[in-house]
């Protein structure tokens, strides 16, 4: 299969950010009649759910959209496989993420780009924004900043606050491999793993492995300078700053495999990879290393660090990338909108890796429902089904967990949640058939 003309979409996607000038804008949620709704939605009227707001702060969740808004937050420094383009060249991805969010989880997103590199100021923004928001989803972070900026803020708001870079990554991977390991007949806890570049999303995968049961000592990782172990002097002296990357470097790779990252190849069943997005940073004779029947998830973007016919030719029965013009796409979009809407639903105060599992088990159910194959083991964007599952099992996670602080039969969430994602879509559809975009 060859690649789509990445020069060409990127040519028409020019033209249609020009054409629209972005891709979102605010629209009213309520009627507008004449003169007297003004009096309602504005003074003198308004002035009645402000008191009781004032005495009682949860009836912001009645009086207003915050229990349906989130922010969208980054400050530029990691976005896609572009780097450190900084806040403003970063918003296009934030609206587009905007966009996912309404289209597939009826969740109103706010694009929020940060002018500052201070994480201290970072997370002193964020909390200052609180009170307009149901929820905060982190995107396009560096790290290490990025896990700081992360714990910081769940400890100190009270809305749950994800960085999708890690929790929607490694969920959606999870829900992958999961179903992989269903159509090659292998156990999720007896493979051998290799992790292919220690950044945010894989240390985010890592971790959820783990939670997963996972033996960390059947995984080896690596990053640009070699194996990961206990003897790399290099992270041990930034043990401080990079201790997660440190922590994986005591748990991992049990036998100190250090020169030939393809050493690390050898008999294994899977990897997993979020590193360079170039073609060729994964061999195949590297592939041809591994164990029968592996599964390879090559998922930088905007380009794969293997293309997945490569990747088969070199022995893969499985391949998988982050690009929808192939097969296996692995995108966190599979998990945040519903994730975002079952939070929102039951109003969650936070998003925790209990939650992000049964969201992976849920997507995974999805395409197993469907047929699994060597060429589906996750669903596409648009199965609409997809998000509202994932959002129904996030929301009932929480119940059970006694995190949320909205009680509703499980009917009634599963209606309310269909009928808020069919809206969305429906409202778009609306706006198209009658000409005004």
Known sequence: MNPTDDKSRAKTALQLHRQYHGKMQTMPRCPIR???DFSNWYTPGVAAPCREIEKDP???????????TIAIVTDGSRVLGLGDIGPLAGLPVMEGKALLFKYLGGVDAVPICLDSRNTEEFVNIVKALQPSFGAINLEDIAQPKCFDILEALRDELTIPVWHDDQQGTATVLLAGLTNALKVTGKHLHLIKIVMFGMGAANIAVYELLKASGVNP????ACDSKGLLHSDRRDIAQRRDEFHRKWQVC???NPDKLQVDIGLAFDQADVVIAFSQPEPGTIRSEWIKRMASDPVVFACANPQPEIWPEEAKCAGAVIAATGRSDFPNQVNNSLCFPGVFRGVLSVRANAITNEM?????DELANV????GLSIDYILPRMNEWDAHARVAVVTAQTAVKQGIASRDIADVELIKEIEAIMTNARKSTQVLMDAGLF
């Open 34 to 36: 004449g003169l007297e």
């Open 58 to 68: 949860a009836l912001a969740y009645e009086f207003t959209n915050k229990g349906n």
């Open 217 to 220: 000592e059947n995984i080896v």
């Open 250 to 252: 005591g748990e991992t």
């Open 356 to 360: 992000a599992i049964a969201a992976a």
């Open 367 to 370: 395409a197993e429902s469907k």
